[in-house]
């Protein structure tokens, strides 16, 4: 039985130009000790897919329209806010992709990082003092002990992101949520936290998501990789096969824009057009205005996400149907 197994989440944002339909339809699951990773430019739905499972939209404008987040028997998305209370923080830890919004700004650094071993385990402030130092060191923050009693606007925004990352890791919890988690790191530093993630994940059986732009992470952190579009997944597969196999001209063209696969001399790769607006209804594939290889039946087939080979699906209907051929 899959950790957390999520089943046609929809959520739309309620504004004043029109309703924003930023998931819909998203069905997907994550196995103990694996590592899903989310790719697709912004405002694909990707943090909000994250943020509605733990109830962190806002509500109004937010709304979960429907579908179902099952995690150890509980579903999140119906889940009371005492229940939540409980499992965030313990049993579900996010690092979210602003370290400077996230943290408080009138709190210590180490008051902020001991606070879900307070919560949550109740251990004495000593002890959760103790593990505070070494969460700050795995995570390679210098002098740990001067650090704790810096505030968050004496720490540089990689810094700060660090901080995050220990926040989220002291708990050892079931499963981590990362948005972005290494965006303002530098090459070096972003692979010790990837390391240090991929060690608690073998030690403790930790189930990541992985929310990135960062393709390259992803080949090589990543056990299975799911594309999203317009609020939609439109591929899903194991790492190998989507960047080996791409079964979407979506993925293809995103690999196509990954600037090391460039040939020398010429102009960059750039996906034409802009993402649909979602306040507006979509007919056939929400792709098609950019896509290269679209045709009429594109605009007008209901688009479902469908196995093309074994642990690889799709929703471009010219590769279900056998007419596309993306290698």
Do not use: W
């Not at 879900?116 to 002098?143: N, T």
């Amino acid at each position: 039985m899959p950790l957390l197994e999520v089943e046609d989440l929809r959520v739309s944002f309620h504004t004043r130009n029109g309703i924003v339909r930023a998931v819909n339809g998203v069905s997907f699951s994550v196995e103990k000790g694996e590592t899903l990773g989310v790719v697709g430019e912004s405002g694909s739905g990707k943090s909000v897919t994250a943020y509605s499972m733990l109830g962190l939209i806002p509500q109004p404008p937010g709304r979960i329209e429907g579908g179902r987040a099952m995690f150890g028997g509980i579903d999140l998305l119906k889940a009371s806010r005492k229940q939540l209370a409980g499992l965030r923080g313990k049993r579900v830890a996010m690092i979210f992709q602003d370290p400077m919004t996230s943290l408080n700004p009138y709190l210590r650094v180490g008051d902020q990082i001991i606070e879900p071993l307070m919560i949550h385990d109740r251990i004495s402030k000593e002890d959760a003092m103790k593990r505070a130092l070494a969460a700050l060191r795995e995570v390679g923050v210098q002098d740990p002990e001067s650090r704790l009693g810096a505030y968050p606007h004496q720490f540089s925004g990689g810094m700060r992101q660090r901080v995050m990352i220990a926040m989220a890791l002291i708990t050892k919890p079931e499963l981590l949520i990362a948005d972005e988690p290494t965006t303002a790191l530098d090459v070096t530093v972003q692979a010790q936290i990837l390391e240090l993630i991929k060690r608690m994940q073998e030690n403790t059986g930790t189930a990541v998501i992985f929310i990135t732009h960062d393709l390259g992470v992803v080949s090589g952190f990543c056990d299975h990789v799911q594309v999203m579009y317009a609020g939609q997944i439109v591929e899903t597969a194991s790492v190998g096969d989507i960047f080996k196999r791409p079964l979407h001209p979506y993925n293809r063209a995103l690999q196509k824009s990954i600037p090391a696969f460039q040939p020398k001399g010429k102009e960059l790769y750039t996906i034409p057009g802009l993402p649909p607006d979602l306040s507006k209804p979509i007919t056939g594939c929400a792709f098609a205005p950019r896509c290269e290889f679209v045709q009429d039946i594109c605009r007008k087939d209901v688009i479902r996400l469908d196995t093309i080979v074994a642990d690889h699906e799709s929703s471009c209907v010219r590769v279900q149907r056998g007419e596309l051929s993306l290698d």
